[in-house]
């Protein structure tokens, strides 16, 4: 078998798992479920070079602080993916960023932004900006998302 025809058994075998669900973790279970989703986080801080000045347990700390919010996906009690989110006021009002996100079939819960829209919108958010590689503008852009800005970083 080929990796074409792989990938279109997995895509088959996936539409007769059941349904991908999204939720977003109450602070009082952040430690039970963050053995589930701190290896999503360590790949995608690894991917980026300056991810290099955040660890793992700086996103712990701030989700168990309350500065950011744990959202997870998952299919039956395996959790496919994670990402965090917070709300901050600026100049031009007040928006949703989500800050980390990593996981395994990630198009399966987009389905599930709406949720994420209506959290932000019901902590007075207008906007919701994503702090990510640049291969998320493409997987974003399908989503109704444009490229606002450039971040760019030199290690010096």
């Known amino acids: 078998m080929n990796a ?8 088959e075998h996936l539409q007769t798992i059941p349904y991908v669900e999204v939720a977003m973790v109450d602070g009082y279970q952040i430690e039970q479920v963050w053995p589930h989703v701190e290896g999503f986080f360590q790949n995608a801080l690894e991917q980026v070079p300056s991810g290099a000045d955040e660890t793992t347990n700086h996103i712990l700390e701030d989700l168990l602080d309350g500065s950011l919010t ?26 949703a960023t989500i800050k980390h ?4 079939e990630m198009s399966g819960w987009f389905k599930h932004w709406p949720l994420v829209e209506q959290w932000a919108k019901g902590r007075g958010a207008s906007r919701i900006y994503i702090k990510g590689r640049p291969a998320w503008a493409k ?6 998302f444009t490229r606002d800005y450039v971040s760019l970083s030199k290690a010096i």
Do not use: D, N
């Open 4 to 11: 074409k025809e792989r990938r279109r058994a997995a895509r």
């Open 70 to 95: 744990l959202w997870v996906a998952f299919r039956e009690r395996t959790v496919l993916a994670a990402m965090t989110s917070y709300i901050s006021t600026t100049r031009g009002g007040c928006r």
């Open 101 to 104: 996100l990593g996981g395994t």
């Open 139 to 144: 997987v974003m852009e399908s989503e109704g």
